[in-house]
T-cell receptor, first 115, second 109 residues
Framework: DGGITQSPKYLFRKEGQNVTLSCEQNLNHDAMYWYRQDPGQGLRLIYYSQIVNDFQKGDIAEGYSVSREKKESFPLTVTSAQKNPTAFYLC??????????????FGEGSRLTVL | QKEVEQNSGPLSVPEGAIASLNCTYSDQGSQSFFWYRQYSGKSPELIMFIYSNGDKEDGRFTAQLNKASQYVSLLIRDSQPSDSATYLCAARDGNKLVFGAGTILRVKS
């Protein structure tokens, strides 16, 4: 079945550690996104990529890094520089359609907790 | 900073009633708007999107867009307890979506 797979679903990190969240899609979508969600808040954009080997910072990119070496994959690394990384991380993909439509399809999310 | 505003709720409605969820956006240039439903601990699911002024209906759901007032709404007819969730409104900003904080809906049986 087509979809977006995020792993791990739950992750615990000690302070000072880098962790990488995986996101793989088989929808043949060009664009991929990482959002962060905190309790009671909406989704905030971390990074996005419209094409392989290119990506742009979102609104809260500090302390995060990404790569887009393959169309299907868009991993997110949460570095030790991210001061408050405990959150629900959502990966999404889309096929933008001339500015109209182009809805996002989401993975099941990864919940990161800093111990 | 382009913004999407929603009342956080909770909005409580009795089973069978119409639930009305509202959203305003700051960017007059936004062309497309999306409603997602998110159950607790789960990822958002698309309900529908709209880009023309007026109403768009899909089953029990109707999205309404008024670009002059920069206002989007979602009506849920014959609300069911299974509709209890957080509803996220989003506006397209170029190649990305800007999300509101969501409105919690509770449907009481």
């Amino acid at each position: 079945d087509g979809g977006i797979t995020q792993s791990p679903k739950y992750l615990f990190r000690k302070e000072g550690q880098n962790v990488t969240l995986s996101c793989e899609q088989n929808l043949n979508h060009d664009a991929m996104y990482w959002y962060r969600q905190d309790p009671g808040q909406g989704l905030r954009l971390i990074y996005y990529s419209q094409i392989v080997n290119d990506f742009q910072k979102g609104d809260i990119a500090e302390g995060y890094s990404v790569s887009r070496e393959k169309k299907e994959s868009f991993p997110l690394t949460v570095t030790s520089a991210q001061k408050n990384p405990t959150a629900f991380y959502l990966c999404a993909s889309s096929n933008p359609a001339g500015g109209l439509g182009g809805e996002l399809f989401f993975g099941e999310g990864s919940r990161l907790t800093v111990l | 900073q382009k913004e999407v505003e929603q009342n956080s709720g909770p909005l409580s409605v009795p089973e069978g009633a119409i639930a009305s969820l509202n959203c305003t956006y700051s960017d007059q240039g936004s062309q497309s708007f999306f409603w997602y439903r998110q159950y607790s601990g789960k990822s958002p699911e698309l309900i529908m999107f709209i880009y023309s002024n007026g109403d768009k209906e899909d089953g029990r759901f109707t999205a309404q867009l008024n670009k002059a007032s920069q206002y989007v709404s979602l009506l849920i007819r014959d609300s069911q307890p299974s509709d209890s969730a957080t509803y996220l409104c989003a506006a397209r900003d170029g190649n990305k979506l800007v999300f509101g904080a969501g409105t919690i809906l509770r449907v009481k049986s």
